[in-house]
């Protein structure tokens, strides 16, 4: 996070508003530099206050830098907020060098070289390759699991980078230590859900797959509430949306091991020792008698761990995943740098340290009632620093942070909204922007207890509170009317937060509307309008709007599962009143069985704000007491504003997070980027972005569900999942058969320019050339090739290569260069020893000596998970579809995903053929063939599979490919599937008899298909 200190900022847009010089900064004219799915290539630059320097962004990732705190002021009241001093930035040495190890252990080309399981190979090529069909991973999302995959598969093994992990468990070992904790620290709004499912994934299959002390396949997952637990579900397997389907976070093939990971999502609350045996005192004391102990009324940790992990303790080792971690923390010892607090900061840091220690007790507990302990902690968090009451400055970093994703390197990455403050206003009495630091200005004048709310009306809020609400509200007007134009179905949100239930009370009735007074029987109380017309909660007449557009909620309260206290319940009466009834008209007599608790109607009603058809759809301003809840997601916030105290910029940008979430995530097609998205905050000193920029409102994409259709079980296509080839030479004797796909093409754009041209400012040019490479003779190319091929594709059972093959296939690479099937243009024959266009050449030989020679060939198949199946198609897309519908019906599956015009033409086609049985577009389905691109292992991924009727006593499946230009990659693609796994398949035996073809032309979809099948049903051959 990168931000100015109030004076600084106040002085830096004073500047700038009296005319003096100024050269508007990079970051505020531009930015958003970076892809979300790349490592991010420039950096806006930032002094070491945080402050934007002028100047054009700079190249590379910016350092991770993290703020040093400043001590709590010793002055500061429980009302008046202190000016935030200015905090500075430090370089973090363990985040930056582990960095470096990643993008150098990232860029190795070759999987094999990565020195991780075959497992965490497959889900790292899967991750960074695959072509996703609703949102990609963000790089920031693969970085943080490529740090735990480094550090528990890599690093260990290598001596250079043992010490990144003592450093860690020396860290640990002091502020934790029965655990060994892996914090991830990534922005608000990066999806640390995603990255969770990453994780399980990783764990679970390894586990299944080999018994290692670096695995486990049981989770438990801790939450700070009610809401974020009830979201976290996406991670069980069990659930029809679940990520590991919907967002394909897992290949396919790995779906069943995922299935066996068990997982236990709860929040920390439920570490708390429950009463068994509820006395009252006259009762207790009467039981306890003479007896020198005191009875036992409350859990033990053995009950409790049974009650709230359930079938964890059936293993021995499990991992923990803790959300928002920064609420985990075990108390410093003899820490206390903070000195004494009064008020309600007393009662804020009393509240953390009780939520902290009864979340660490809860694992540590766990991890001693298993027989191998805790295996790892995974803490997650956009700010995992120490809160106040922690025994540690507030702000501090937990010292096992070992990846960062900062919320600046996110708004450079364009991955959340952009916020926006006030920097001027007309107020010339002060010298602060008073919308900046409001509650400096109107929290003595607000009440601190319910009983002196009482003692005031809503109309005798703060003339200045009243105009901040009024003025933000005023540009919330112009959003909503641009949202209406666009077609957006839900309307903008606007949030405030409250310092306490007292306050929230007043703002709410002032903003919705209220009634008050004793009405007489038949009559009605006295009634007051609310005093912004959009989140009016009655109509003009007095009357209760069916739906009400603005909700009061009590964070704390919903979160604990408690039940609502009277004082709120009095409140929030109405309005829970008119959910229940909205509730019961929906759902029917059948949901009204099920009668929530009014707390968990409030969590319905908050986690479902913005979402088409659900109860919170139409909630336009949310008053929130103390801090909105963490892991509220709702994307559609435009608007915050802060009545309360702000001790820290680390407790601003918790608050600003939740408005954070971006709307939408297509990208510029023109910049390749994403739009700039803004939520314009007020009475929050966060210090950030300001300058005022109009952005034009985007419509999401819809998505869709594709699912395999149950009624069309039927036209379920089967496929075997290959992971090789294996070839069985019975005599010495090797042939190559030739064809067209065995030419090889090398150029330019290959291995780079081949003639430069030098000059200077006066005499004569030079243009230089690899002449070296010229002089190469075709007899040293045929034996560098040979040797190659002899060394990769000729061993023997104990690896040595099969030296007595060597002339023979010298010989056939003699002719592969003799007959013309190097082609080079524009580079020099030589070029052909470059490693991969060398390992392109071989893999191209050695198919041509398997065509050729005598001997079989089989497939090799997955060991895990041989079958894959249309029957397992479950996943999300915001790409086109087309519905599948003939008539009788030809496809398992609901859509067609259409990544291309001529994939639409070929299924309409597949649709209306008689000779088509059953089709699929091979989309999130599993099925891809395994090939070698320059000595690199890859997987293809055909377009559609085809059950096809031509005849016979029983059909063809059939591969099709519609691919227009092709180059080298494509080629080895199309060699490798038809002449290595369509009869490597067909001789294992039973898939039945597979045959693969591409189609080349986009006009002439169906003639082309036609003939294909005249030809198939004739037996011609190709």
Known sequence: MAHLGIDASHQFYKRRMTGRIWKLSSFYDRPILNSPYRAPELHHPFDDNGQP??????????????????????????????????????????????????????????????????????????????????????????????????????????????????????????????????????????????????????????????DSKDFSRAFLIVTPGITIRDRLRVLLPSEPDNYYETREIVPPEMLPEVRRAEIVITNYHSFQHRETLPLPKVARSFLQGNAPEPIKTTETDADMLKRACEKLLNYDRVNVINDEAHHCYRHKVGGDTEGPLTGEDKKEAAENEEAARLWINGIEALGRKLSKGVRAVYDLSATPFFLRGSGYDEGTLFPWVVSDFSLMDAIECGIV?????????????????????????????????????????????????????????????????????????????????????????????????????????????????????????????????????????????????????????????????????????????????????????????????????????????VVSVSMLTE????????????????????????????????????????????????????????????????????????????????????????????????????????????????????TPADIGPTAVVMEGIVGAGVTITPQVLERLRPSEISFNLAKHLLYTQFSDEEGFPRQHLFPQIQRLARRWLDEGYLVTRGVPIGAILYQDQLARAAEKINIALTRGSEGSLLAVLDPYNPRGSTRFVNFITSKPVWKTGAQPPKCHISHVVLDSSWEEQLALTLESHPRVLAYAKNQAMGFDIPYLDAGVMRRYVPDFLVRLDVGDDEPLNLILEVKGARDESDKAKAQTTRDLWVPGVNALGGFGRWKFEEFRDWAAMDEDFAALVDRLMKKVPA
């Open 53 to 210: 320097l002028e100047g054009e962004p700079k190249p590379g990732r910016r350092p991770s830098r993290l703020l040093v705190p400043v001590p709590a002021s010793r002055k500061k009241t429980a009302t008046a907020q202190p000016s935030l001093d200015l905090e500075t930035y430090t370089d973090h040495a363990l985040i930056n060098e582990i960095r470096s190890y990643l993008e150098s252990w990232r860029g190795l080309r070759n999987p094999a070289d990565w020195g991780v399981t075959g497992a965490t190979q497959r889900l790292l090529e899967h991750w960074r390759h695959h072509k996703f069909n609703a949102q990609i991973p963000f790089f920031c999302q693969i970085e943080a699991v490529e740090t735990i995959i480094w550090l528990t598969e890599v690093a260990p093994k290598r001596a250079a980078t043992k010490g990144l992990l003592d450093q860690i468990g020396k860290a640990n070992a002091e502020a934790n230590p029965e655990l060994f904790r892996l914090a991830m620290k990534m922005a608000t709004g990066s999806g640390k859900t995603t990255v969770m499912a990453m994780l399980i994934a990783w764990q679970a299959v390894n586990a299944v797959r080999k």
């Open 417 to 621: 909204k952009l916020p926006r403050v006030p920097v001027t206003d007309n107020l010339v009495q002060t010298d602060s922007v008073v919308y900046r630091h409001l509650w400096q200005h109107v929290g003595k004048e607000l009440p601190k207890t319910a009983a002196g709310a009482n003692k005031l009306s809503p109309l005798n809020l703060p003339n200045m509170l009243k105009t901040a609400l009024s003025a933000l509200y005023s540009h919330y007007e112009g959003e909503f009317e641009r949202w209406q134009r666009a077609g957006i179905e839900v309307p903008p949100v606007f949030i405030v937060v409250c310092q306490n239930t007292a306050i929230s009370k007043l703002v709410f009735e002032w903003i919705a509307g209220f009634e008050r007074g004793d009405a007489e029987e038949g009559e009605r109380a006295a009634f007051q309008p609310g005093n912004l017309k959009l989140f009016q909660n009655y109509d003009e007449q007095g009357g209760r709007l069916p739906r009400p557009r603005t909700l009061l909620i009590d964070s704390r309260q919903i979160e604990s599962g408690d039940a609502l206290d009277k004082g709120f319940r009095d409140a929030a009466g109405p309005e829970i009143e008119q959910f229940k009834r909205e509730r019961a008209a929906r759902e029917g007599a059948g949901g009204a069985q099920d009668e929530a608790s009014e707390s968990e109607l409030l969590r319905e009603v908050m986690n479902t704000v913005g979402r088409v058809g659900r109860l919170g759809e139409q909630i336009r301003c």
């Open 631 to 746: 892991g509220w997601d709702t994307n559609t916030v435009t608007h915050i504003l802060g009545i309360r105290a702000f001790g820290t910029q680390l407790l601003c940008e918790q608050v600003v997070g939740r408005g954070l979430r971006r709307q939408s995530y297509d990208l510029n097609p023109k910049t390749g980027l994403f739009d700039v998205e803004y939520a314009d905050i007020m009475g929050i000193p966060f210090d950030f972005a300001s300058s005022p920029q109009k952005t034009q409102p985007t419509a999401p994409k819809p998505v869709t569900r594709v699912y395999a259709i149950k009624e069309r079980s039927d036209l379920e296509i089967r496929f075997p999942r290959v992971s090789g080839y294996r070839r069985d030479l019975p005599s010495d004797k090797l042939e190559a058969a030739f064809t067209a796909d065995s030419r090889l093409e090398i």
